[in-house]
């Protein structure tokens, strides 16, 4: 069974400063037909403007990962971490018994475009901890590239709980398949682009929430085709207990 969850009608916040669309219910915009899917809690694709970003608040319990579109997005937090994040890089942060943390967008022209995500963890009270990784867009190319686990495998990011995070970027044509094992959940996240799921098409910023099904096959489509150029798409793919 796959239920589309569409881009056009996700919330929407927008500051000025910040234009976020929400997957799930978050701050403001609530829908109980969309509470999270599994142990998946957020997903928020966010556009701050340069110069702008969310100052130091707190987290508890909760698995963070930023992914970063275009832009660059800077982050501190009270473990004493500092970086930049971009294009390429998965941050995950654990809050666990609390943590204080900020994020902006160092840059003085251009904007940041990232999502946001958040999982339940399996375990509350563990110990803060951060960790960044980057992925070459080769190793997405074709594929799904695991660039975040419960068991931190195949060199990718550590989360603490029991699911495996993908990334995959297929041009048109292209095609990749993901065997699910009995009694798994998959969520799939189209980042840019356009895919079929399962014969079913998705389009950048719609989701899809997969469950009794044996295997995802997934294939690129074409984007602009007024002008007849394809456009590579970027999914994200959540292998969930």
């Given at each position: 069974m796959i239920v589309r969850r569409p881009a056009a009608e996700r919330g929407r916040a927008d500051f000025g400063w910040l234009d976020s669309r929400h997957t799930f219910s978050f701050g403001e915009y609530y829908d109980p037909r969309y509470m999270g899917f599994r142990a998946?809690?957020?997903?928020?694709e966010d556009r701050v403007k340069p110069g702008h970003g969310f100052g130091t608040h707190p987290h508890r319990d909760m698995e963070i990962i930023s992914y970063v579109l275009e832009g660059e997005l800077?982050?501190?937090?009270s473990m004493g971490t500092g970086s930049v994040i971009l294009p390429g890089d998965v941050q995950r942060m654990s809050a666990g018994t609390g943590v204080l943390h900020s994020e902006m967008n160092p840059s003085p022209n251009n904007p940041v475009h990232f999502l946001q995500i958040w999982l339940m963890p399996a375990a509350r009270g563990i110990e803060p901890s951060y960790e960044q990784k980057t992925f070459a867009a080769a190793e997405?190319?074709?594929?799904?590239?695991?660039?975040?686990a419960h068991d931190g495998r195949e060199?990718?990011?550590?989360?603490?709980?029991?699911?495996?995070l993908y990334a995959g970027v297929l041009g048109a044509g292209e095609g990749t398949r993901f065997e699910l094992r009995p009694g798994r959940h998959a969520w799939v996240q189209v980042v840019r682009g356009a895919v079929t799921l399962n014969g079913e098409a998705l389009n950048q910023g719609?989701?899809?929430a997969v469950s009794e099904?044996?295997?995802?096959d997934l294939q690129g489509g074409l984007t602009g085709a007024a002008s007849g150029s394809a456009e590579a798409a970027e999914i994200l793919v959540f292998d969930l207990a």
């Amino acid at each position: 069974m796959i239920v589309r969850r569409p881009a056009a009608e996700r919330g929407r916040a927008d500051f000025g400063w910040l234009d976020s669309r929400h997957t799930f219910s978050f701050g403001e915009y609530y829908d109980p037909r969309y509470m999270g899917f599994r142990a998946l809690r957020v997903i928020n694709e966010d556009r701050v403007k340069p110069g702008h970003g969310f100052g130091t608040h707190p987290h508890r319990d909760m698995e963070i990962i930023s992914y970063v579109l275009e832009g660059e997005l800077g982050h501190k937090d009270s473990m004493g971490t500092g970086s930049v994040i971009l294009p390429g890089d998965v941050q995950r942060m654990s809050a666990g018994t609390g943590v204080l943390h900020s994020e902006m967008n160092p840059s003085p022209n251009n904007p940041v475009h990232f999502l946001q995500i958040w999982l339940m963890p399996a375990a509350r009270g563990i110990e803060p901890s951060y960790e960044q990784k980057t992925f070459a867009a080769a190793e997405k190319r074709g594929r799904l590239r695991l660039v975040a686990a419960h068991d931190g495998r195949e060199g990718a990011l550590t989360i603490h709980q029991d699911a495996d995070l993908y990334a995959g970027v297929l041009g048109a044509g292209e095609g990749t398949r993901f065997e699910l094992r009995p009694g798994r959940h998959a969520w799939v996240q189209v980042v840019r682009g356009a895919v079929t799921l399962n014969g079913e098409a998705l389009n950048q910023g719609d989701g899809a929430a997969v469950s009794e099904e044996s295997a995802l096959d997934l294939q690129g489509g074409l984007t602009g085709a007024a002008s007849g150029s394809a456009e590579a798409a970027e999914i994200l793919v959540f292998d969930l207990a």
